[in-house]
């Protein structure tokens, strides 16, 4: 079993940047493709970023990308999701994801089902 526990979430104006966290246990971290997924009110939950084992292959919805910074550091077991130049549109419940397989192509973890494992959420706030 694989825990993830997300951290870092909160309120934050137009503009503003955040850094959430997500600490993993329960595995060799250095063994989990990790993602970040996010879930506004009323809608599906869809794809943000992802980072691959070594962290050399990451990946961006349209949405974020040239915003948002996907990285991981494999000694404190964490991945972080850097979020400049929020907009409200970035109002949601973050999630993060680990999968353990290893024969994934980067595009199928765009995919909810390509995790194995979810953390609990947290939830991120951006007024205009």
């Known amino acids: 079993q694989v825990q993830l526990v997300e951290s870092g979430g909160g309120l934050v104006q137009a503009g503003g940047s955040l850094r959430l966290s997500c600490a993993a246990s329960?595995?060799?971290?250095?063994?989990?493709?990790m993602g970040w997924f996010r879930q506004a009110p009323g809608k599906e939950r869809e794809f943000v970023s992802s980072?691959?084992?070594?962290?050399?292959?990451?990946d961006y919805s349209d949405s974020v990308k040239g915003r948002f910074t996907i990285s991981r550091d494999n000694t404190k077991h964490t991945v972080y999701l850097q979020m400049n130049s929020l907009k409200p549109e970035d109002t949601a419940v973050y999630y993060c994801a680990a999968d353990i397989a290893g024969w994934r192509s980067l595009g199928q973890y765009r995919a909810l089902d390509a995790y194995a494992y979810w953390g609990q959420g947290t939830q991120i706030t951006v007024s205009s």
């Open positions: 980072i691959s084992r070594g962290g050399i292959n990451t």
């Open positions: 329960g595995r060799t971290f250095s063994t989990l493709y």
